[in-house]
C-alpha cells in the first residue's frame, strides 16, 4: 500500500514514522522552509500544479491513500487535495489538529484575517510580538509598532519599518517564552490559531503576563472529507482501509 502524507508539520512526520513499517509512504513537503526536519519514508518537495497535477501524480505513483495534514492555515492545498482525491478515487482523510481554545485570565482579540489582525494593534500596544510567519508580513508594513518577528527561515520585505527578526524554530519552552516576553517588553502577540503543542507556551506566558493576544482564525476548509484528530486515529484509519 502507498500512503500520501502532504504536510510537513510534526503530525505528519510522526505519522510518517508510524506508518513506514506497514506501508511505503511518501511524504510531500510545500518547500518553503529552507532546511526542514524531514520524516521517515519518501519525501518530495515542491508543488503538484493544482488539483489536476496532485490527480496526475497520485495515479502515476500508486497512491492508494492520501492525508492532508498540512498546517491549518495551508488554506489551498487541502482544496486541491480534496478535488484530486475525488478525481483520482483514492480515500482521503484530513489530520487536523484541534485549535485553541481561551482559558479564564486570555484576554483575545479574534481576527478573521491578517488584515484584521493589523487593524486590532490600534491601542493595543507599542511593541508586538508576532508569530503569523514569514509570509504575509506585507500586511503589517504601514504599522507605526515595534515588532518582533519570529520565523524559522528569514522573512523579505516588505515588513514594518521597526522590526526585529528572531529565527527560531519550535517547540518552545513556557520558560523560554516567559523570558522573551520580559526580555523585549513586548505588550501584544498575535498569532494564528495553529492549534499545536509546540507553539503554545507563549499563550500561557502571555495570559500570566496579562497581555493582550490578537488570534487570527483559521480560514475555511473542505467539509466533505473524513478527519481525524490525531496521529493516531489517522494512522488506524489507514490501518483500516488496507
Known amino acids: 500500500m502507498h500512503v500520501l502524507i502532504l504536510g510537513g508539520t ?44 496532485l490527480a496526475r501524480w497520485i495515479d502515476e505513483h500508486g ?4 492525508i492532508d495534514a ?6 489551498r492545498i487541502s482544496f486541491n487535495a480534496a478535488a484530486a482525491a475525488a ?58 509598532q515595534q515588532f518582533l518577528v519570529r520565523s524559522v527561515d528569514a522573512p523579505e520585505p516588505p515588513m514594518p519599518a521597526r522590526t526585529e527578526v528572531l529565527l527560531d524554530r519550535g517547540p518552545f519552552t513556557l520558560h523560554g517564552e516567559r ?3 520580559r526580555s523585549h517588553r513586548i505588550e501584544v502577540l498575535v498569532t494564528k490559531d495553529s ?20 488570534v487570527v482564525r483559521r480560514p475555511p476548509a473542505p467539509q466533505d472529507v473524513e478527519t481525524a484528530a490525531s496521529v493516531a486515529e489517522a494512522a488506524a484509519w489507514v490501518m483500516r482501509q488496507d
Do not use: Y
Not at 498540512?70 to 488554506?75: K, Q
Open 10 to 53: 510534526a503530525e505528519a512526520r510522526a505519522l510518517a514514522g508510524l506508518l513506514c513499517p506497514h506501508a511505503r509512504v511518501t511524504s510531500s513537503l510545500a518547500g518553503r522552509v529552507a532546511n526542514p526536519r524531514l520524516p521517515e519514508g519518501e519525501v518530495r518537495i515542491g508543488g503538484f500544479g493544482g488539483p489536476d497535477g
Open 63 to 66: 497512491v492508494d491513500r492520501v
Open 70 to 75: 498540512t498546517h491549518p492555515f495551508a488554506e
Open 87 to 144: 478525481t483520482a478515487h483514492v480515500p482521503l482523510l484530513a489530520l487536523r489538529r484541534p485549535g485553541w481554545v481561551p482559558v479564564e485570565g486570555d484576554d483575545w482579540r479574534e481576527a478573521g484575517s491578517l488584515e484584521e489582525a493589523a487593524a486590532a494593534l490600534d491601542g493595543l500596544g507599542e511593541r508586538v510580538f508576532l508569530t503569523t510567519g514569514r509570509m504575509g508580513l506585507s500586511v503589517f508594513a504601514d504599522c507605526p
Open 179 to 181: 523570558e522573551l516576553l
Open 195 to 214: 492549534g499545536a503543542a509546540a507553539t503554545a507556551p507563549k499563550l500561557q506566558a502571555a495570559r500570566e503576563a496579562g497581555i493582550p493576544v490578537v
